[in-house]
C-alpha cells in the first residue's frame, strides 16, 4: 500500500535544526536503499512561492500567497509504498521520535494517509483508466 506523510506544524516559520536533518536524511537514507520511501520533500512558506488555484462561482480564480493565517501549515511530505496501516504508523512513529530528540518543544503533526488505488473504495477511477491507456 501506498501511504502518504503530510507534517504540520503551528510553528512553520521555526525550521528543523541541523541535527534534525541529519538525523531525518539518515532515516530517509536508509528507508530509499530498502525501497519504501518514494518521494520526500520540505515546502517553502506560502509567502515564498505560494499560490492557491480556486473555483467560486464555476470561475477559475488563482490567488498568490500569503493567505489567510491558518493555524497549522503543511511543511513538508513523504511517500511511502509499505505493507499495511500498522507498518506506516510504526514508521510515522519514528519520525516523529526524530523531532522529540533533535527539537525539543517543537509541536506538530504527521498526518497518514492511504493512497486510493484502483479497486479500492474511495479510489478515483478516472486515474486507473488514464494509467491503463498510458500503459497500452
Known amino acids: 500500500m501506498r501511504f502518504m506523510y503530510i507534517v504540520t506544524s503551528p510553528t512553520p516559520a521555526q525550521g528543523p535544526t541541523p541535527a534534525l536533518m541529519e538525523a531525518m536524511g539518515k532515516l530517509a537514507d536508509r528507508e530509499i536503499k530498502a525501497g519504501r520511501m518514494i518521494d520526500s520533500g520540505g515546502l517553502l512558506p506560502v509567502s515564498m512561492q ?13 490567488i498568490d500567497g500569503p493567505f489567510v493565517e491558518a493555524k497549522e501549515l503543511i511543511g513538508g511530505y513523504a511517500i511511502f509504498e ?13 519520525f516523529m521520535q526524530l523531532h522529540v530528540e533533535h527539537m525539543p ?10 493512497f486510493a488505488t484502483p479497486g479500492a473504495d474511495g479510489a478515483c477511477d478516472v486515474e486507473a483508466e488514464a494509467r491503463a491507456r498510458a500503459r497500452a
Do not use: H, P, S
Not at 505560494?50 to 488563482?62: E, P, R
Not at 505493507?83 to 506506516?88: N, V
Not at 518543544?105 to 492511504?114: K, L, P, Q, S
Open 50 to 62: 505560494g499560490a492557491q488555484v480556486k473555483i467560486t462561482d464555476g470561475k477559475i480564480n488563482v
Open 82 to 94: 509499505l505493507r499495511d496501516k500498522e507498518e506506516a504508523l510504526a514508521a510515522a512513529r519514528e
Open 105 to 114: 518543544g517543537w509541536e506538530g503533526t504527521c498526518e497518514v494517509r492511504a
